[in-house]
């Protein structure tokens, strides 16, 4: 069935340096990949999104990038920032279908 | 507009209870998803339900149980609750089962003792 993997599963940054994380998705028909942010305590929240039809999204510090061929899926945090600090959740769907598959999740420490 | 509540917020239960959760939607959205999250753990999706109708299951005992209401508000059940289903709770609404729109509730936490 349809897989989403997430690397790595804990990312150390210093603060104001980049941050990485990277998604594979198995569904070549899955064409809409949100990102969640969780911080300790509170719930998923979605931070960024982008659809099949583009290949990358910047919002302010966030952007996503998309390479449907390699079936991957990137989010980058520039001039990390503490309250970066989180645990971020990739996910994959398919318009037309009920199913929203997880990634396994990536703890992300900025280091002061 | 309001967002995806979820009752009680904490909850401790004792080994071998049973206990409801409860997920009010956002108004309009029609499918309603749960998921477990344990310490360190990522969202184990435990089912989705549109239109009062199972749609999806995933690989929990059949302890787990659910249902939705004709407004969409949903309940979990577990019943016999053991030490592992500690976990936090989480529901999720969205308004056609995809994920646009895909809104997390800020969850139930249950300990069980």
């Known amino acids: 069935g349809e897989n989403v993997e997430q690397h790595p599963s804990t990312l150390s940054v210093q603060e104001g340096d980049s941050a990485v994380i990277k998604c594979t998705y198995s569904d070549s028909a899955s064409n809409y990949f949100p990102w969640y942010k969780q911080e300790l305590g509170k719930r998923p929240q979605l931070i960024i999104d982008i659809r099949s039809n583009v290949g990358e999204k910047k919002d302010q510090r966030i952007a996503v990038t998309l390479n449907k061929t390699a079936k991957h899926f990137s989010l980058h945090i520039t001039e990390t920032q503490p309250e970066d600090s989180a645990v971020y959740f990739c996910a994959a769907s398919t318009d037309g279908d009920d199913k929203i598959i997880f990634g396994k999740g990536t703890r992300l420490h900025i280091l002061p | 507009k309001a967002g995806v509540t979820q009752t009680p917020r904490y909850l401790i239960k004792t080994r071998g209870q049973q206990v409801t959760l409860s997920c009010s939607p956002i108004s309009g959205h029609r499918s309603v998803s749960w998921y477990q999250q344990t310490p360190g753990q990522g969202l184990q999706f435990l089912f989705e339900?549109?239109?009062?109708?199972?749609?999806n299951k995933g690989n929990f005992p059949g302890r787990f149980s659910g249902r939705q209401f004709s407004n969409s508000r949903s309940e979990m059940n577990v019943s016999t609750l053991e030490l592992g289903d500690s976990a936090l709770y989480l529901c999720a609404s969205s308004f056609s089962g995809t994920a646009y729109g895909y809104t997390f509730g800020s969850g139930t936490r249950l300990t069980v003792v």
């Open positions: 339900y549109f239109s009062e109708t199972q749609r």
